[in-house]
T-cell receptor, first 113, second 112 residues
Framework: QKEVEQDPGPLSVPEGAIVSLNCTYS??????FMWYRQYSRKGPELLMY????GNKEDGRFTAQVDKSSKYISLFIRDSQPSDSATYLC?????????????FGQGTTLQVKP | NAGVTQTPKFQVLKTGQSMTLQCAQD?????MSWYRQDPGMGLRLIHY???????DQGEVPNGYNVSRSTTEDFPLRLLSAAPSQTSVYFC???????????FGEGSRLTVL
């Protein structure tokens, strides 16, 4: 079993929809939780970064962490065609060293106009 | 400010050939990493470095070699290429422990 599980999709939604992307993990000692966005043929870029359980909001994006359930989510409100990308969850091992980030498989999202 | 620069962007090799993927960053980051990305597998860590002269293995190090002689550069060497090394390779850097990882645009390698 992988340490971090993420449904690869693809997920297709109409423009304006609310999107929910999720990851589960097995190691309760993971410390920092991140969401990266990767456009086709580009490198991943950091979208959201959280440490504690709860919600963190940034514009149309909300990251949610539930450490008791070992579950993290990314919500996208009013989704746009420009949100079409692969979304990767990532988390740091207990050492906290992000040189050793552990990634999910990535979920491919398509937002149709 | 170029960020993380990878070369080459594309490469085709024959089985058994060797080559070096170059990575350079101009952000004075201490931490640098190499990942490979394969369909359905996500990003897997090959090697990483916490500073000049210090390297360590990640999840899938076999068949790869790294060195870190300067803060800026972190080349990845394929010793004897195999078809299983066909992948997209990403170099990344970070300015501190638990900091944001900045990625290059990737190097697409095909081994025939």
């Amino acid at each position: 079993q992988k340490e971090v599980e993420q449904d690869p999709g693809p997920l297709s939604v109409p423009e304006g929809a609310i999107v929910s992307l999720n990851c589960t993990y097995s190691n309760s000692a993971f410390q920092y939780f991140m969401w990266y966005r990767q456009y086709s043929r580009k490198g991943p870029e950091l979208l959201m970064y959280t440490y504690s359980s709860g919600n963190k909001e940034d514009g149309r994006f909300t990251a949610q962490v539930d450490k008791s359930s070992k579950y993290i989510s990314l919500f996208i409100r009013d989704s746009q065609p420009s949100d079409s990308a692969t979304y990767l969850c990532a988390m740091t091992p207990p050492s906290g060293n992000t040189g050793k980030l552990i990634f999910g498989q990535g979920t491919t999202l398509q937002v149709k106009p | 400010n170029a960020g993380v620069t990878q070369t080459p962007k594309f490469q085709v090799l024959k089985t058994g050939q060797s080559m070096t993927l170059q990575c350079a960053q101009d952000m004075n980051h201490e931490y640098m990493s190499w990942y490979r990305q394969d369909p359905g597998m996500g990003l897997r860590l090959i090697h990483y470095s916490v500073g000049a002269g210090i390297t360590d293995q990640g999840e899938v190090p076999n068949g790869y070699n790294v060195s870190r002689s300067t803060t800026e550069d972190f080349p990845l060497r394929l010793l004897s290429a195999a078809p299983s090394q066909t992948s997209v390779y990403f170099c990344a850097s970070s300015y501190r422990v638990a900091g944001e990882l900045f990625f290059g645009e990737g190097s697409r390698l095909t081994v025939l």
